[in-house]
């Protein structure tokens, strides 16, 4: 039996849980520091036995994509500790991480319509933490690039300030840029299926170059912006929460499902008209265009997004 946890600060919240149908949430947050390396983690883990080994390999992943030099940003889920309890007869994972109360983006929108203000603040960090990510930084002390391969509003943490967080790295690869080598995880998992980009959907990306997972990434980030968006109150009028391509596919679409309205019917989630009276949601409509693009080397990048958005922040704050 294996038993994945993560634990944002001193509260400890239900993950996964595979071989019985019972949820158990913990109580209580007591990892102690073992002073094992995670390389004795993972011998660890690998000789468990455990059988689940799709779970083990998301969990080792997260915690080595989290432990590259140089990750660290305000708008990147903070990373604590990792450990792991064998008592022969099952195993507990644990990822420790930055608590944020107003838990993920897809609960925050279900919960909340947002201003225009705070459209700006959530679409802009989560373009800055994502830039980063993509971003190499050259020396000795370097990051290497990475892509996210599961970006969606369930992966994205609101903190208190109401600026996110990107979390679940899980699926994450890195680009040696001086090997010209592609680190992708073994697992099984691709992503979700809602969230896929036309050319994973019709098998057709180019994985030996690092650029198209980052090509990727930006498409779902033009979906997340669709959600944010959708929940900004424009006129008094505020539209309710859904999930992109809500009006077109089942609740728990197929890959087939998503590549026959993406790929075969080209669709894409619904620009309201109303929006091109509002600059905010002009600019950020035309921001999603650009995200969706069937070809993926004509989208935008993490950092030109960021700084088109930071542009609309001045003017935002020009005009207050």
């Given at each position: 039996?294996?038993?994945v946890y993560?634990?944002q ?5 239900f993950?996964?849980?595979?071989r019985?149908n019972?949820?158990e949430p ?11 390396t995670l390389?004795?983690?993972i011998?660890d883990?690998t000789?468990?036995?455990?059988g689940?080994?799709?779970d083990?390999?998301?969990?080792f992943r ?7 030099i140089?990750?660290?940003h ?7 500790a ?7 007869t099952?195993?507990q994972l644990?990822?420790?991480?930055e608590?944020h109360?107003q838990?993920?983006?897809f609960?925050?929108l ?6 225009i203000?705070?459209l700006?603040k959530?679409a802009?960090s989560i373009?800055?933490g994502?830039a980063?990510?993509?971003?190499e ?6 990051k290497?690039?990475i ?9 994205i943490?609101?903190?208190k300030?109401?600026t996110?967080a990107?979390?679940?790295l899980g699926l994450a690869v890195r ?6 080598t592609i680190d992708i995880p073994?697992?099984?998992?691709v992503g979700?299926?809602r969230y ?7 098998d057709?990306?180019n994985?030996?170059?690092?650029e ?7 498409y779902?980030?033009g979906?997340?912006y669709?959600e944010?968006s959708r929940r900004?109150?424009?006129g008094?009028?505020i ?5 992109p391509?809500y009006d077109?596919?089942?609740s728990?679409?197929?890959?087939e499902?998503?590549r026959?309205?993406?790929?075969e019917?080209?669709?894409r989630?619904n620009i309201?008209?109303q ?5 905010a949601?002009?600019i950020?409509g035309?921001?999603m ?5 069937a ?8 950092l030109?997004?960021k700084?088109?958005?930071s ?7 020009s005009?207050?």
């Amino acid at each position: 039996m294996l038993i994945v946890y993560t634990c944002q600060g001193h509260h400890c919240t239900f993950r996964k849980k595979k071989r019985q149908n019972i949820e158990e949430p913990l109580s209580e947050c007591n990892l102690v520091n073992s002073g094992k390396t995670l390389k004795d983690l993972i011998y660890d883990m690998t000789t468990s036995g455990s059988g689940s080994g799709m779970d083990e390999r998301s969990w080792f992943r997260e915690a080595e994509i989290y432990q590259t030099i140089m990750l660290r940003h305000e708008n990147i889920l903070g990373f604590i500790a990792a450990d792991n309890k064998d008592n022969g007869t099952w195993t507990q994972l644990w990822l420790v991480s930055e608590y944020h109360e107003q838990g993920s983006l897809f609960d925050y929108l279900n919960r909340n319509a947002v201003t225009i203000d705070s459209l700006i603040k959530l679409a802009l960090s989560i373009a800055s933490g994502l830039a980063h990510l993509h971003m190499e930084i050259v020396g000795t002390q370097g990051k290497p690039a990475i892509a996210h391969r599961d970006l969606k509003s369930k992966n994205i943490l609101v903190k208190k300030n109401e600026t996110c967080a990107i979390a679940d790295l899980g699926l994450a690869v890195r680009h040696d840029a001086v090997l010209n080598t592609i680190d992708i995880p073994q697992n099984p998992r691709v992503g979700t299926k809602r969230y896929m980009a036309p050319e994973i959907l019709d098998d057709v990306m180019n994985m030996s170059i690092f650029e198209s997972f980052k090509r990727a990434d930006i498409y779902s980030l033009g979906l997340v912006y669709w959600e944010i968006s959708r929940r900004c109150s424009i006129g008094g009028i505020i539209e309710e929460y859904q999930l992109p391509y809500y009006d077109v596919v089942p609740s728990d679409p197929s890959v087939e499902d998503m590549r026959r309205v993406v790929c075969e019917q080209k669709l894409r989630p619904n620009i309201p008209n109303q929006w091109q009276s509002f600059e905010a949601l002009r600019i950020m409509g035309r921001i999603m265009r650009e995200c969706w693009y069937a070809n993926g080397a004509a989208r935008l990048t993490a950092l030109r997004i960021k700084k088109t958005i930071s542009q609309l922040c001045v003017h935002e704050n020009s005009q207050a």
